[in-house]
């Protein structure tokens, strides 16, 4: 298996690379931006592509030089900046998501895996959500609110026209809220439990105002890129999109729980209530990950101790490794 990791030096690809070098593979990550900060330890172990999705010229010879069987789809913009720039989120989803599939259709590439969201199905309300938490299946309705869900629910149906014309092998798996290291930096206020977990490890005192009740269904990082390795993979799976999740809610005060077992100094206050995020999209939730179970043999491997502990433990490792773009030179 010869893997396109695109977005690959980005929070869920440094990941999935990172599992795939232990399974003895050397994935080729290809990113518009060589920042090396979240692959330090692993950097000699893949091979590095300074490229974007939006060249197809540049797609074909990547997929063509390094024999490319499988590609995972990660490049994208967030949803913050997919709001400041429209058309270049549009540019980058939409056109980067073509340029993918034509390449997958041209070359024969064995699986395509797309990188969705939860974003698709928009606000949760209702039953979904507190006090009941119904658990949010594949096949509701897609009321995407905001730019990004739009983006994704356009790429997925293009990938799934790719699918049914073409027989490209296309497969979306929808992430529940992720966290892990690399994303405070990257992605702001979307990364609370991230934040909280990287306060306590400087020694900051944490204070959130209110939503200490609220469940959601928190998933790390490491589960995203086990589930990515299952698509890959998964010989003939009956659909083409899956829900991943832990198919539990955790709370804040969860969180901060764990927190205090590890660093028993933390100096946490979780104020109750619902709504951590203060008034955002409503989006908390809990997944039905039961296609995944089935269909890839996903299974989360992550509770939340030991997904803070490696969180902690990466985010230590990579700090101690830590490189300057100086330091980096191209491979052709
Ligand atoms: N983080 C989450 O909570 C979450 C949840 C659901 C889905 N996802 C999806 O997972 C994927 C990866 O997310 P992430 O958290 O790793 O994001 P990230 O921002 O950390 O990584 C995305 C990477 O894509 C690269 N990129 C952007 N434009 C590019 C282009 N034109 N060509 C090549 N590379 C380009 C960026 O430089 C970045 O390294 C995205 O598709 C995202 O929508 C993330």
Redesign the pocket.
């Known amino acids: 298996m010869n893997v396109l990791i ?9 990941v999935l690379a990172r599992l795939l070098v232990s399974k003895g593979l050397r994935p080729v990550l ?4 060589m ?1 090396l900060s979240l692959i330090a330890d692993i950097k000699n172990d893949v091979n590095l592509v300074e ?4 060249d197809p010229h540049g797609l074909e010879m990547v997929v063509a030089d390094y024999k490319i069987s499988h590609i995972a ?6 949803p913050g900046p997919a709001e400041s720039d429209p058309r270049l989120a549009m540019k ?1 989803g939409v056109g ?1 998501t073509v340029n993918i599939l034509e390449v997958a259709r041209a070359r024969n590439i064995q699986r395509v895996v797309f ?5 698709v199905y928009g606000e949760i309300t209702g039953e979904q959500t507190h006090p009941d938490y119904v658990p949010v299946f594949e096949f509701q309705p897609q009321r995407p609110v905001d730019l ?1 869900g739009v983006i ?1 629910v356009c790429c997925e149906s293009m990938g799934n026209y790719y699918r049914e014309r073409y027989r490209v092998e296309f497969v979306s798996l ?5 966290y ?1 290291p ?2 405070q930096a ?2 702001g206020v ?1 990364s609370l439990y991230g934040q909280l977990i990287e306060d306590v490890m400087s020694g900051k005192e944490v204070v959130i105002p209110c939503g200490g009740d609220q469940l959601n269904d928190a998933l790390y ?1 490491g589960d ?1 890129a086990r589930a990515i390795f299952l698509a890959l993979k998964a010989e003939s799976p009956r659909q083409w999109t899956f829900n991943i999740g832990t198919g539990k809610g955790v709370t804040l005060r969860d969180f901060a729980q764990v927190l205090g077992n590890i660093y028993p100094s933390a100096r946490i206050e979780i104020g109750p209530g619902l709504d951590f995020r203060k008034g955002e999209k409503q989006s908390y939730c809990i997944f039905n990950i039961s296609k995944a179970r089935e269909q890839l043999g996903y299974s989360p491997d992550y509770d939340l101790e030991r997904g803070i502990k490696e969180y902690i433990e990466t985010i230590r490792r990579l700090r101690s490794k830590a490189l300057s773009l100086r330091h980096y030179h191209r491979r052709p």
Do not use: E, P, Q, W
């Open positions: 695109t977005g690959g030096m980005g929070v869920n690809g440094a290809l990113d518009n931006r920042d490229g974007d999705v939006l789809h990660l490049a994208a913009l967030m980058i980067g990188t969705s969201s939860k974003a990004y994704k929808r992430f529940s809220s992720i892990g690399g994303k990257r992605h979307l990082v995203v």
